[in-house]
């Protein structure tokens, strides 16, 4: 109903505008209406229109952000107040594991846990649940785990690959699990886990983010060659490309300096923005796909370095992954300290 008027292309009229006309005309606060409250609410602030934004017509506007670590132990004891859960479950390490969680999600997530516990005839609602609730709620249905063969052990390669990599570097966040087990379209899974809330990003955390996420090719490359080379990582290299284009464009984080060159809006709204223009040159626009080119291409050499340098751990770890299809963080980490002492990890710092 809010939607900007005036969006059709050529000015077309809608009878929708009829309508926001009207409401803003009961809401243009000259009459004392009292004793009426109106209250409403969107997830597309962008495309209302400007004249229900102004000063009077809504007095007040609250922004709703994800819920923070004490919002999401709150939300979750009240989801858990009609369902049994065992002793050894800590609502505040629920919390804890889930940032970026709405409390959709988190109601989601216990109700998962619950099938999960009367289909596996339990009494009560275990971590056991709770973690595999998680898994399915971020990642999607569990497959039928793949036989022993040639690309289960590529594909266990690959995700020790970005486990080892986030691991040994010191910016990365910790890694909490690795598994084979595939989930929706992915075959197999490395978890990572902030250990806090993270609002704010330095740039060492984005170059070692990059590394991790290219740590699964890298592997790939090193181990197998130039030839057995997968299409695993596209959804990595998505990801790497965005975060190394926001670094030069929104964050200055690059040689072009501190500058903003590309805005933060999305798709294009028509009647406002139809012809969508470029913030820079040309000259620019080379220059950027330059600094992301380097950007990638330096994070993929810290990672095949690590791969490379860690062959022995990284063998090992794979057979144990084939064998136990899933390896949790706290293992993972122990087995590459025998082999890498923690400190040195400082020297994989990523620079440019």
Not at 120 to 128: E, F, N, S, V
Request: charge should be negative.
């Amino acid at each position: 109903m809010g939607r900007q008027r005036g969006a059709g292309i050529g000015g077309g009229n809608d009878e929708r505008e009829q309508t926001l006309n009207q409401l803003l005309t009961e809401m243009d606060g000259f009459e004392g209406n009292t004793g009426i409250i109106i209250i409403a609410a969107t997830n597309r602030p962008d495309v209302l229109d400007s004249a229900l934004l102004r000063p009077g017509r809504f007095d007040r506007q609250v922004t709703v952000d994800a819920p923070d670590i004490k919002g999401r132990l709150e939300v979750l004891q009240v989801h858990a107040r009609n369902k049994k859960l065992a002793p050894e479950v800590s609502l505040e390490a629920i919390a804890r594991r889930t940032p970026g969680f709405t409390g959709a999600d988190l109601a989601n997530l216990l109700n998962e846990a619950a099938i999960l516990t009367a289909r596996r005839r339990k009494d009560a609602i275990t971590m056991l649940e709770i973690d595999d609730a998680v898994d399915r709620v971020v990642a999607g249905m569990e497959g039928t785990p793949l036989v022993d063969s040639k690309s289960k052990r590529l594909i266990a390669y690959h995700e020790i690959g970005h486990a080892i990599v986030g691991t040994l570097l010191q910016a990365h966040d910790p890694v909490q699990k690795v598994t084979l087990i595939p989930r929706g379209q992915a075959q197999g899974l490395t978890w990572f886990t902030p250990s806090e809330e993270q609002g704010l990003i330095s740039r060492a955390q984005i170059m070692a983010r990059i590394s991790g996420a290219l740590g699964g090719r890298a592997a790939e490359q090193v181990i197998f060659g130039d030839a057995e080379v997968t299409t695993g990582a596209g959804g990595d290299l998505q990801q790497v490309s965005n975060m190394a284009r926001q670094m030069v464009t929104r964050f200055g984080m690059s040689d072009l300096g501190p500058l903003s060159l590309e805005s933060q809006q999305g798709e294009v709204f028509l009647g406002r923005d139809w012809m969508t223009r470029s913030d820079y040159s040309e000259e620019i626009a080379a220059r950027i796909d330059a600094q992301v080119r380097t950007i990638v291409e330096h994070c993929y050499d810290v990672a095949c370095k690590l791969i490379r340098d860690n062959r022995v751990v990284i063998d090992r770890l794979v057979d144990l992954l084939i064998e136990k299809e899933t390896i949790d963080g706290e293992e993972f980490r122990q087995i590459v300290a025998e082999y890498t002492p923690v400190p040195e990890k400082e020297q994989y710092v990523p620079k440019l």
